[in-house]
């Protein structure tokens, strides 16, 4: 059975910076492309970075790019999702999700197998 965990959410002013993390259990995390998403309320689920099982390549919405980066450990079986200048816009419960089928991810949920339970980011101004 694989679970993903994530952790690193929280509150933080505008400008701030967060690290999340997302651990991968049951499998090991290399054997998957891993996502992050993000849904604040009342709007749909929403792609925010993907990367490549080897980690050698991440992508970005346009929203982000720029300003988050997408790493992962496969020895540590996990992924990170560092965010630098925070805006309230941000703010959103952040998921990781994992596809067994594609070496790189697409940005459309449907298409993950795995997903974690969440963990609230909230940019306060």
């Known amino acids: 059975q694989v679970q993903l965990v994530e952790s690193g959410g929280g509150l933080v002013q505008v400008g701030g910076s967060l690290r999340l993390s997302c651990a991968v259990f049951g499998r090991i995390s290399d054997y998957f492309s891993m996502s992050w998403f993000r849904q604040a309320p009342g709007k749909e689920r929403q792609f925010v970075a993907g990367i490549s099982r080897s980690g050698g390549y991440a992508y970005y919405a346009d929203s982000v790019k720029g300003r988050f980066t997408f790493s992962r450990n496969n020895a540590k079986n996990t992924v990170y999702l560092q965010m630098n200048s925070l805006k309230p816009e941000d703010t959103a419960v952040y998921y990781c999700?994992?596809?067994?089928?594609?070496?790189?991810?697409?940005?459309?949920?449907?298409?993950?197998?795995?997903w974690g339970q969440g963990t609230q980011v909230t940019v306060s101004s």
């Open positions: 999700a994992a596809d067994k089928d594609r070496d790189l991810g697409t940005t459309t949920p449907h298409d993950y197998d795995y």
